[in-house]
Structures are given as C-alpha cells and as structure tokens.
T-cell receptor, first 112, second 115 residues
Framework: GENVEQHPSTLSVQEGDSAVIKCTYS??????FPWYKQELGKRPQLIID?????GEKKDQRIAVTLNKTAKHFSLHITETQPEDSAVYFC???????????FGTGTRLTIIP | GAGVSQSPSNKVTEKGKDVELRCDPI?????LYWYRQSLGQGLEFLIY????????KSGLPSDRFSAERTGGSVSTLTIQRTQQEDSAVYLC?????????????FGDGTRLSIL
C-alpha cells in the first residue's frame, strides 16, 4: 500500500520568513495530494491540493509543488504569520480509491 | 448544517463496553470516510463508503470495529468490547466522490476515552 513520509516533524520560523515542508510517497499510481492544517483541538482543514497533471499550484501565500518522477511534493508558505502556527499534514490518494494516506505531520511554530 | 457533523463530541466509557459514533456528511456528498487520530499522531484510515459500492474496510484494526452507512447518508462506527488502545479522536470526512479525486472535508471528531 501507499506510504507517505513527511519532514521535518517540527519547524520553527521567524515571522515573515518562508517555511517549507516536504513529503514523499511510494505508490506511483497516486494522483491527488492535499495538504491539511490542524490547529490544537480542531478539525483538519484543507488548505491546498494538487493533482498529478500539474507541477505547481499557488494560492496567495501558500504554494505546493509536485515532482512525479521523484515522487515528492512540498508545501511552501511565504511571509509567515503567527496564525500560520499549527500542525500540517500532507496526504496522497489515487483514482478509484480515494482514501487518504497521511504523513506524520509537521508542527510549525512562527516566532514573532 | 453546512459541514460534516459528528456526535457525540466526547465519549468516556469503561473498558469492555460497546460504543457507537455517528457522522452526518455534507448534503450531496456520496463518499464518506472514517479516520482515527491518536494523541499527537497522524490520521489513520479506517473505512471508506462510496455510493452503493461495497465499502473499503481495509483500515479497520480488528473485527471489533464495524461501520455502516444507511440510505447513503448518515454513518455509524461501532466499536465492540472497547480496549484502552481504542482511545483516540475518531474523525469523519465526506467528499463529492464523483470523477477525479475530490477534497475531503472533516468533522470536528469524537474524542473517545476508554477507562
């Protein structure tokens, strides 16, 4: 089955700087890669997703890149703000079975 | 409501008891998923319903776990003879489930504590 690895497990960034979280996946049939943000005690919230037919997607300060050949994808947050502090999860799924396999999460702390 | 609704929000029960957790998906969503999140851990897939197809039960950790979805809407996850290792937050998600992979939207979860 699919295996998703996520790094780093913790990340501290000065406010205003950029943060990058990286994930790798094992199943070449995976074609959908969402990122979720989870604040303490809250539900995971989808912040951005990318499909395998594109290499990059951007939404304001958040961007995701996908390298299908290397089977890795990354989340980039620019101009970080204190409210970006949370745990971020990457995930992968494939057409025909949409269950998500999640990475182990990255605890992002923005230092004011 | 507009989002995925789960009940109860918290459940405390004694080891050996059965529990039933409920999920009400977003209206019109044909796909429904159950995940489990242990303290400080990632999300673990349990079971997936898509329309009238047979559910994917490949993530259920033991035969004490079962789930059903009646009328293609509300789902219940049942854990029989609960054990302490069943303590976790149980999250439900739903998606449109048509064509290409659709975003999954999560409920607030049920925090289950087994004494």
């Amino acid at each position: 089955g699919e295996n998703v690895e996520q790094h780093p497990s913790t990340l501290s960034v000065q406010e205003g700087d950029s943060a990058v979280i990286k994930c790798t996946y094992s199943d070449s049939a995976s074609n959908y890669f969402p990122w979720y943000k989870q604040e303490l005690g809250k539900r995971p919230q989808l912040i951005i997703d990318i499909r395998s037919n594109v290499g990059e997607k951007k939404d304001q300060r958040i961007a995701v890149t996908l390298n299908k050949t290397a089977k890795h994808f990354s989340l980039h947050i620019t101009e970080t703000q204190p409210e970006d502090s949370a745990v971020y999860f990457c995930a992968a799924s494939k057409k025909g079975n949409e269950k998500l396999t999640f990475g182990t999460g990255t605890r992002l702390t923005i230092i004011p | 409501g507009a989002g995925v609704s789960q009940s109860p929000s918290n459940k405390v029960t004694e080891k050996g008891k059965d529990v039933e957790l409920r999920c009400d998906p977003i209206s019109g969503h044909t796909a429904l998923y159950w995940y489990r999140q242990s303290l400080g851990q990632g999300l673990e897939f349990l079971i997936y319903f898509q329309g009238n197809s047979a559910p994917d039960k490949s993530g259920l950790p033991s035969d004490r776990f079962s789930a059903e979805r009646t009328g293609g809407s509300v789902s219940t996850l049942t854990i029989q003879r609960t054990q302490q290792e069943d303590s976790a937050v149980y999250l439900c998600a739903s998606s449109l489930g048509t064509g290409a992979s659709q975003p999954q939207h999560f409920g607030d979860g049920t925090r289950l504590s087994i004494l």
